[in-house]
């Protein structure tokens, strides 16, 4: 059982509009989470307000030493008529460390409305493929230098903009 559990809360008048299924990010930094979660957070659940509705998450980082995680979760809704809360689980020893658990899959966060999204996290050292995409799509993206040519895999950047985040059809 989780031993551990923070409400977390979007206010309203951050929404224009209603929005559904939409991802958010959270950022953690709290140092119980840290101390009371496994090595690599395989014990983060995330629910829906009523605490037993599992939410879709990526874990897009987690570093245990600098108390710093960045967590992508799927709100079935975001309202903007109130605010939209919903709760992160933690401390539970006895949860499997594998990672396909229970919320856990980027494709779950991002749908097929997202032709690729890409964190921007690896180091850009110019490997073809190394931007993984968290979509089913798997458009990997090359970093480390200016485009070679007409290549699916390298990072096109055009007229000196910088690369898309998320990309949506």
């Known amino acids: 059982a989780w031993t551990k559990r923070i409400k977390l809360s979007f206010t309203n008048t951050a929404v224009p509009g ?9 950022h953690l930094t709290n140092a119980l989470i840290f101390s009371s979660s496994k090595t690599y957070g395989e014990d983060l659940r995330f629910t829906a307000v009523d605490g037993t509705n599992f939410l879709n998450y990526e874990l897009e980082s ?17 309202s903007s008529a109130s605010n939209t809360a919903f709760y992160l689980y933690f401390g539970n020893s006895n949860i499997s460390t594998d990672a396909s658990h229970r919320g856990y899959a980027p494709s779950n966060v991002w749908d097929t409305n997202f032709r690729a999204v ?21 458009t990997a993206g090359r970093g ?3 485009p070679r040519g007409p290549n699916p895999d390298q990072d096109q950047r055009r ?9 949506w059809q």
């Not at 987690?62 to 809704?77: E, F, G, H, I, Q």
């Open 118 to 138: 890409w964190h921007l996290r690896e180091t850009a050292s110019g490997a073809a493929g190394e931007y993984l995409d968290s979509t089913t799509n798997t």
């Open 159 to 167: 007229g000196g903009r910088r690369p898309v985040l998320c990309r």
């Open 144 to 146: 480390g230098g200016r």
């Open 18 to 26: 209603d929005l559904t299924n939409f991802p958010v990010l959270v």
């Open 62 to 78: 987690w570093d245990v030493a600098n108390r710093n995680a960045l967590v992508w979760v799927m709100l079935p809704l975001l």
